[in-house]
């Protein structure tokens, strides 16, 4: 049953993101043949048009993903969904797994269009910064970058958390009837919390994973405040990054999936 709630999910979203995808596609290739010098004007617009999509394809994304999950379990699917002779923890797992695919899908053709852009910039003689120095750290440049996907992997499930966290948390009895107003105040205050979280445990404790010598090593990271800002402006000894992120992301997962899971079960209603 879960596989068919979920090829069902595929088709529904896939109509939509599709006709996103093909046109960021074509926009891309489009830009990367008009980059001939007989076509300069061309290549300006189609390049201001691939910058505009990189950020608009991935907020149309969450947005999509949101409006499906709304509609299959609060909207005009919802007395279907609800009926169903599956649990709510397989619906929540199918939406879940299935906003991490069409992110992941995103964010690939998001790469392709900065591909692109670098390209168009190179091939016209803009000024790009230096790259043929070697890398210095060797495995320690690639266990940060490993680091890096990883905390990115998490901040994507974290959203996906909180979307369907705010939005179910709308569809409760007490909300129910401004839902969408909701949703948007739920996701507004959540992630401010959650932001201020993390600024909080990163200026007050400052713990970083250090990636120095090939080995990485997790050190309290003292603050001269009287520099603090120049500080920032100077490029550290070795590669570093704030523990916190990556765990006010795992703790937010670890809460708020149980919860959707829970209201899910016991306190939404369908409209």
Known sequence: MLGKLMRHE???????????????????LLQVLASLP????????LTL??????????????????????????????YLTQTLPVSKGKVLLSHTLLALFWLFCSALICLLAIVALVFILSSASVDLPETTEPVQGGISDLLYLLYQMGALVLQAVSYIAVIFF?????????FIKNGVLFSIVWYIAAYTVLGLI?????TLLPVYICFYDNAPFIALQHIDWGGYF??????????????????????????????????LKHKTSVR
């Open 198 to 202: 993390n600024t909080l445990l990163t």
């Open 38 to 45: 007989e076509q300069p004007v061309l290549d300006i617009l």
């Open 230 to 263: 120049s500080n920032l402006l100077s490029e550290p000894p070795y590669l570093s990054a704030s523990i916190w992120g990556p765990v006010v992301n795992c703790c937010c997962i670890a809460v708020l999936f149980p919860l959707t899971n829970w209201m």
């Open 166 to 174: 705010c939005i179910t948390l709308s569809n409760t009895r007490l």
């Open 49 to 78: 048009g691939t910058i505009v999509i990189i950020p608009a394809l991935l907020v149309g994304t969450l947005v999509i993903i949101a409006v499906r999950y709304y509609q299959n379990l609060f909207g005009r699917e919802g």
């Open 10 to 28: 595929l088709r529904s979203t896939g109509r939509i993101l599709s006709i996103f995808y093909i046109v960021a596609v074509a926009t891309v």
